[in-house]
């Protein structure tokens, strides 16, 4: 298998302070490939050493073979990139923004024309093509931005953020753009983020980044499943707990705010043995609930902190919550 990206310690520094350090990646061709992890972990610092917009401090990588210290016009013309924030000409309509930008790759004006149509209708935008960009919504914005990054036919395409602050439903469609062009186009795929539904749901594998380090990195399901089983969690008495230790099936028990996070394999049976056990110790249940591990839960177990606070939305579908008391 071909690797259209290497790095070798690639590191960056700003002032003493490394916001990326000693990071060894191989992605390959084709895929679909996710750089997953907070606020602050050196997401777009990484991005932006591979499209030669910042200079490694140290460290080497190679994009499509080239090298981003010696060869920054041909990494240049061999890749897209859309950037975390906008870069859109407001003023300018969907056709006059992809034309722009085509002219800046040198490409002649016949050829300009078909490609942009190709492109509009990869992202579903030809109806629009002669409006001004500042009637659009931010999900037509964000698939203008990732069809004027395809424009020039680029072997590898950048995207930094590419769902930042969409709602969920608008956010769902971009991934389907984004799968789809990966195919269509034959381009790989490289995105930062730090929703977890997203690296999980659009990656065939994900690097886990923490304070510029990678911390994990493999596909999303064998993250998942590293962690050894599904999780319940459960609020009961304290006294719970040394007869939850006698269940087999369970393999980890932590407690965080009161409430048991427990980690079982074949949790679908593990939930009847702890209201068996519970009632026959006479002790309250106050609510369970069981779920499949999630990208976060493989963040909280190797750092012991979370992303970040977005425990409303796309996890809950993932939850049934059981409520119920037995006495
Ligand atoms: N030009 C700069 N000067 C000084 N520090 C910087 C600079 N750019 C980034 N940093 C620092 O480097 C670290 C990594 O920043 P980076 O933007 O790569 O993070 P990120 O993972 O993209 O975060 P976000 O999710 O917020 O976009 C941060 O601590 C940031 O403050
Ligand atoms: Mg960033």
New binding site residues.
């Given amino acids: 298998m071909t690797n259209v990206i290497e790095t070798n310690k690639l590191t960056r520094k700003?002032n003493g302070?490394t916001?990326v350090d000693s990071i060894n990646l191989q992605i390959r061709k084709g895929e679909l490939f996710g750089l997953l992890?907070p606020?602050?972990?050196?997401?777009?610092?990484t991005l932006s050493m591979l499209s030669t917009i910042r200079r490694p401090t140290s460290g080497t990588a190679r994009v499509n073979g080239f090298d981003v210290n010696t060869q920054q016009d041909e990494v240049r013309n061999s890749i897209g990139i859309v950037f975390?924030d906008p870069s859109l000409d407001d003023e300018l309509t969907a056709y006059e923004n992809l034309d722009f930008h085509a002219m800046l790759y040198g490409m002649p004006a016949g050829q300009r024309m078909e490609r942009i149509k190709e492109v509009l209708e990869l992202v579903e935008l030809s109806e629009k093509r002669n409006e001004q960009v500042k009637r659009f919504s931010g999900g037509m914005k964000r698939r203008l931005e990732i069809a004027r990054g395809l424009i020039h036919h680029p072997k590898v395409l950048f995207l930094d953020?590419p769902t930042l602050g969409l709602d969920p439903q608008t956010r769902r469609n971009i991934w389907d753009h984004i799968r789809e062009m990966n195919k269509s186009e034959d381009v790989t795929v490289v995105i930062?983020t730090?929703y977890m539904e997203e690296a999980d749901s659009l990656c065939d594998r994900v690097a886990v980044i923490d304070q510029g380090k990678i911390i994990a990195l493999d596909s999303p399901d064998k993250l998942k499943h590293s962690l050894g089983g599904d999780i319940i969690s459960l609020e009961a008495d304290a006294g719970l707990l040394p007869h939850l230790k006698k269940i087999k099936n369970i393999k980890k028990i932590k407690r965080m705010n009161g409430e048991m996070s427990i980690s079982a394999q074949d949790a679908e049976h593990v939930i009847p043995a702890i209201f068996e056990i519970a009632q026959k110790n006479k002790i309250e249940i106050h609510s369970i609930s069981l779920r499949h591990p999630t990208l976060e839960d493989v963040f909280l177990q190797i750092t012991g902190k979370s992303i970040r606070d977005e425990k409303a939305g796309a996890m809950d579908m993932f939850r049934t919550r059981i409520r119920s008391r037995n006495r």
């Fill in positions: 700003f302070f916001a992890g606020n602050g972990a050196g997401k777009t610092t975390q953020e930062t730090h």
